[in-house]
Nanobody
Framework: QVRLVESGGGLVQTGGSLSLSCAAS????????MGWYRQAPGKQRELVAM???????VYAGPVQGRFTVSRRNAENTVYLRMNSLQPEDTAVYYC?????????WGQGTQVTVSS
């Protein structure tokens, strides 16, 4: 059974930084794609950043240049470094990992940016 466990959320002031990590277990090979989504109160879940197993990345426009996604394939772990955080970045951040046949999600970790 695939399991994703996020860590690293918390409270930070505007302009601050946070790092998230997500460790996946229950699979013998690397996931095709890993990454992060977020959901703010009253809004739909939205893409933050994704990274393929060979290192190609995609970022949502609002986080481009401020956030960096990375991964360690051997450990099936994905990271998100968030700089210059703004109040609008406040959300629950969800890790996702995808194979060719399924998408898996973590439970989410809260990120709160105070103004």
């Amino acid at each position: 059974q695939v399991r994703l466990v996020e860590s690293g959320g918390g409270l930070v002031q505007t302009g601050g930084s946070l790092s998230l990590s997500c460790a996946a277990s229950g699979i013998d090979s690397a996931f095709n794609v890993m990454g992060w989504y977020r959901q703010a109160p009253g809004k739909q879940r939205e893409l933050v950043a994704m990274i393929t197993s060979d290192g190609n990345t995609v970022y949502a426009g609002p986080v481009q240049g401020r956030f960096t996604v990375s991964r360690r394939n051997a450990e099936n772990t994905v990271y998100l470094r968030m700089n210059s955080l703004q109040p609008e970045d406040t959300a629950v951040y969800y890790c996702t990992a995808r194979t060719s046949t399924a998408a898996h999600w973590g439970q989410g970790t809260q990120v709160t940016v105070s103004s």
